[in-house]
C-alpha cells in the first residue's frame, strides 16, 4: 500500500512531508529563536514589573509563589504606612520591603532570561514599555505618602502650638506665681516650633503667638495694677536668658518702660504704708538699680518729699496718729534706701515723726484716750530727752495718768510753761508703810517720791460714829519721809500711788483735789487704813 504508515500526525498539508510544524504562516515572518536562547529585554521586563511591587513578572511567569510574596510584602507595607503619620514608616519595614522588591526582581529577571511567556507577541513587546511605566507606582506612592506623612506632620505642629495657646489662656485669672509655670510650658512649646520648625505652617505663626503673649502676661500694666504688674514684666523682660533670643527679637527690651513706670508707680504709691506688699524701698531700690538712668529714677526724690509734707500737714488735722503711723512707715522705708540722693529726705521724715509723736499723744488726751496718751508721751520723752517738748510730754503723761482715776484732772492740757508769780509750800508726808509716788497737776504739773516710813502702820477705820479720829502725823516730824512742794495759786489734782509692803499692795492709789490760793502754806499726810 502506498502512502504514509497509519498513525498521528498534522492534516495533509501541514508541514514537510512525513514531519510535524505549524501551519504555513501567511506573509513573512521573523526567524524564529531557538529554545533555550536569552532574552536580555524580557529578563529586564520581568525584574522591572516584579520592581513595582505588585508581582506582574512573575504572574507573567506563572510563577504564583513568587507573585503572592510579592503582594502580601506590598500589603504589609501599605497596612503598616497607612494612614500617613508623622513619624512615617519604620525605618527596618522600609529596608526589608526594599530587599524583598530586590530579590524578586533580581529572581524574576533571572527567570525571565530564557523563559518561553505563553502571551501574544504584541504584549510581549509591551512588557517592557508596562514594566517602565509601571515603576512610577511605588514612585509615585511615595511621593503621596510623603506628602500625606508632611500634612500629618504639619497637622501635629499645629496641634502643639493650640495646645501651647490653650495653656496659656488657662494661666488667665491665675496669681503670677502659679501661672508661671503654665506660661514656661507654654513658651516651652513656642519656641521648639519657632526654631526647629520655623518653615512650617506651625512655625510661622509663633511671632504673632508671641506678641499675645507678651500682651496677655503684661495686661496688669496696661489696667495700671503697678504692684501686680512688676513680677510679670520681670518675667518678660529676663526671657532672654532662658528663651531663644533670635525668636524673642525685640520684645524684651519694649519692657524696660513699664517695669519701669511699675515700679515707681508701686513704690511711692507705698510710701507711708506699713502693710504694702512689696514695701516701698522694695520697689524703688529695685528701680535705682535696674534703671538707674530712667525717667522714672529722678521722679522718686520729688515724691518721697511730697509725701512727707503731705503726711505732715495732716498732723494737724483731725487724725494725727494715722499720719504718724504714714510718717514712721515711710521713715522706716526710708531707712532700707542707701541712694544719696533721698539723704535729706530720710532728714525730714525722722523729724516729721518726732512732731507727730507728740501731736498724736496731745490727740490721745484731748479724746480722753489717757492710758495712750500717758505711754505715748513717756515714750516721747525717752526718744527724744533732748526736744525742747520733751518736759512738756512728761506733763501730759502725769497728767494723762491722774486722768485715768479721776477724769476731772483731764479737762485741758497741762501748761508748756510753769507760770510765774508767787509759790505757796505745800509739806507732804508719809505716815505709811511703803514708798509713795506722789503725782500732781494743774497750773503745775510734776510727781515727786516719799521713801517708807519704817515704823509706821495702818490705821483702823473708824466704824462708829462716835470712833476715835484718825490723827496722822502727829508723832514727831522727823519721823515721817517728807517732800516740799512750790506751787503757783490754782487748783490741783492729786494722785497718790502706795508701793507693796507687808501690810500693803502694789497699785493702791487715792486721788484728792486741792486749792492752792495765795499767802497760804499747806501740808498733806498720807497713810494707810483698814477694817482691821
Known amino acids: 500500500m502506498s502512502g504514509a504508515p497509519p498513525g498521528f500526525g498534522p492534516p495533509p498539508g501541514y508541514g514537510p512531508p512525513g514531519g510535524y510544524g505549524p501551519p504555513p504562516a501567511h506573509g513573512p515572518q521573523p526567524p524564529a529563536r531557538p529554545p533555550g536562547d536569552a532574552n536580555p529585554a524580557q529578563a529586564a521586563a520581568i525584574a522591572l514589573l516584579n520592581l513595582s511591587g505588585l508581582g506582574l513578572g512573575y504572574v507573567l511567569l506563572r510563577q504564583w509563589i513568587g507573585a ?45 532570561l530564557r523563559a518561553t511567556l505563553r ?12 514594566a517602565l511605566v509601571l515603576l512610577a507606582v511605588p514612585a509615585g506612592g511615595s511621593l503621596a505618602y510623603g506628602s500625606a506623612r508632611d ?49 512650617s505652617r506651625a512655625g510661622k505663626l509663633v511671632p504673632d503667638r508671641l506678641d499675645a503673649y507678651y500682651k496677655t502676661v503684661s495686661a496688669p500694666y496696661g489696667e495700671k495694677k503697678y504692684c501686680e504688674a512688676i513680677a510679670p514684666l520681670k518675667h518678660l523682660r529676663e526671657l532672654p536668658a532662658t528663651v531663644d533670643k533670635g525668636l524673642l527679637g525685640s520684645r524684651p527690651a519694649k519692657t524696660d518702660e513699664p517695669l519701669a513706670e511699675s515700679l515707681y508707680q508701686c513704690g511711692t504709691a507705698a510710701l507711708g504704708v506699713q502693710t504694702a506688699k512689696p514695701t516701698a524701698s522694695e520697689s524703688l531700690n529695685t528701680l535705682y538699680t535696674t534703671f538707674p538712668k530712667a525717667e522714672q529714677t529722678t521722679r522718686v526724690e520729688p515724691a518721697v518729699r511730697e509725701a512727707i509734707k503731705t503726711r505732715t500737714s495732716a498732723l494737724g488735722g483731725s487724725e494725727p496718729c494715722a499720719a504718724t503711723t504714714q510718717l514712721r512707715a515711710l521713715d522706716s522705708s526710708l531707712g532700707n534706701m542707701t541712694d544719696p540722693s533721698l539723704a535729706g529726705a530720710a532728714k525730714e521724715a525722722k523729724a516729721a515723726v518726732q512732731k507727730g509723736d507728740f501731736a498724736c499723744g496731745t490727740d490721745e488726751f484731748k479724746d480722753k484716750e489717757f492710758s495712750s496718751a500717758a505711754s505715748t508721751m513717756t515714750d516721747y520723752a525717752k526718744t527724744y530727752p533732748d526736744s525742747p517738748q520733751a518736759a512738756h510730754a512728761r506733763s501730759i503723761a502725769i497728767a494723762a495718768e491722774i486722768a485715768e482715776e479721776e477724769p476731772a484732772a483731764g479737762k485741758a492740757l497741762p501748761p508748756a510753761d510753769v507760770p510765774g508769780g508767787a509759790r505757796m509750800v505745800m509739806v507732804i508726808s508719809n505716815d505709811g508703810p511703803g514708798e509713795v509716788e506722789v503725782l500732781y497737776t494743774g497750773p503745775m504739773t510734776g510727781r515727786v517720791t516719799l521713801k517708807a516710813c519704817g515704823t509706821c502702820t495702818k490705821y483702823q477705820t473708824p466704824l462708829l460714829v462716835n470712833s ?11 519721823k515721817y519721809p517728807k517732800a516740799t512742794l512750790l506751787l503757783p495759786a490754782g487748783d490741783y489734782h492729786f494722785l497718790q500711788k502706795r508701793a507693796a509692803t507687808g501690810t500693803s499692795t502694789a497699785g493702791d492709789t487715792k486721788s484728792s483735789k486741792t486749792k492752792i490760793e495765795p499767802g497760804y502754806s499747806y501740808t498733806n499726810c498720807l497713810y494707810v487704813t483698814s477694817l482691821f
Do not use: H, M
Not at 507595607?77 to 526589608?96: C, E, K, S, T, Y
Not at 502571551?119 to 508596562?130: E, N, Q, V, W
Open 68 to 112: 503572592a510574596v510579592c503582594w502580601l510584602a506590598t500589603a504589609a507595607l501599605l497596612v503598616a504606612a497607612l494612614p500617613a503619620d508623622v513619624d512615617g514608616v519604620p525605618r527596618a519595614l522600609l529596608i526589608g520591603y526594599g530587599v524583598v522588591l530586590l530579590a524578586a526582581a533580581a529572581d524574576g529577571a533571572r527567570r525571565g
Open 119 to 130: 502571551i501574544g507577541d504584541s504584549l510581549r513587546r509591551l512588557a517592557l514599555p508596562l
Open 151 to 199: 500634612e500629618a506632620k504639619e497637622q501635629a505642629l499645629l496641634e502643639q502650638l493650640a495646645a501651647a495657646d490653650k495653656l496659656v489662656k488657662s494661666a488667665d485669672g491665675l496669681s503670677f506665681d502659679k501661672a508661671e509655670p503654665i506660661y514656661r510650658q507654654a513658651l516651652t512649646g513656642y519656641e521648639d516650633l519657632g526654631t526647629r520648625y520655623a518653615g
Open 468 to 478: 476715835p479720829k484718825i490723827k496722822a502725823c502727829t508723832g514727831p516730824s522727823s
